[in-house]
């Protein structure tokens, strides 16, 4: 089941089915299962206070990504500030869209076992978002 809710913020503008589509195509791709996936879109403070409280780092950032996965099935509370998704776009020059499915499939691909934590994780994790980019905007015949 992937959730999508807010807190203190819109909901983005999002097409939830064919994003859930898109979520699950990728999830198979590393042979798990999902269990239950949340995405809560929230403010830059709200990601600050949790960075805070759960991780002791003192700043904002775009994902902060809870695993609760056990063996083959993903599940986690994915928390994506809105505000800093759009401060990102408009520093990259790309639509709002682009850059929140980036962000909401990077946490995907945490829970699916990739990390970024060194140079070439980073290569890999970016690589299979990229891929996973061009999936979503792929035209449907």
Known sequence: MILFQTINKSMPALDEKKVTRWIKST???FDKIIGIINFIFCTDDKILEINREHLQHEYYTDIITF????KNIIS???FISVETVQANADKYRITFEKEILRVIIHGILHLCGLKDDSPEAQR???SNEDNALLRYFEPTT
């Open 76 to 78: 986690g509370d994915i």
């Open 27 to 29: 999830v198979r791709e």
């Open 67 to 70: 695993d609760y996965s056990k």
């Open 124 to 126: 890999i994790m970016t």
